[in-house]
């Protein structure tokens, strides 16, 4: 079974930094793919952050030059730090991970946590 489990988040002051942490159960390098999800208020999940097995990195552009994502091996890890934190940062940030086998991906999440930007 996967668990994802998030840790970091929190109340900042636009302009500041949080690292938000992923810890996966297992072995990380069984996921093709470990990132970051968002949702504000209002609106539809999105795409922040990824990194892969071979650990090619992907941003959103709201986030890019801002935000960084790595992963430590050892601790089955993936940390997202961000910086220059803006009010429009405010959501849930969730932990996902992409399984591909046989050809048929499977995704699993985190339960979330808040970041909260305040201006």
């Known amino acids: 079974q996967v668990r994802l489990v998030e840790s970091g988040g929190g109340l900042v002051q636009a302009g500041g930094s949080l690292r938000l942490s992923c810890a996966a159960s297992?072995?990380?390098?069984?996921?093709?793919?470990v990132g970051w999800h968002r949702q504000a208020p209002g609106k539809q999940r999105e795409f922040i952050a990824a990194?892969?097995?071979?650990?090619?990195?992907n941003y959103a552009d709201s986030v890019k030059g801002r935000f960084t994502i790595s992963r430590d091996n050892a601790k089955n890890t993936v940390y997202l730090q961000m910086n220059s934190l803006k009010p429009e940062d405010t959501a849930v940030y969730y932990c996902?991970?992409?399984?591909?086998?046989?050809?048929?991906?499977?995704?699993?999440w985190g339960q979330g946590l808040q970041v909260t930007v305040s201006s």
């Open positions: 996902t991970s992409r399984m591909v086998r046989v050809g048929i991906p499977e995704d699993y």
């Open positions: 297992g072995n990380i390098f069984r996921f093709n793919a």
């Open positions: 990194v892969t097995s071979g650990g090619s990195t």
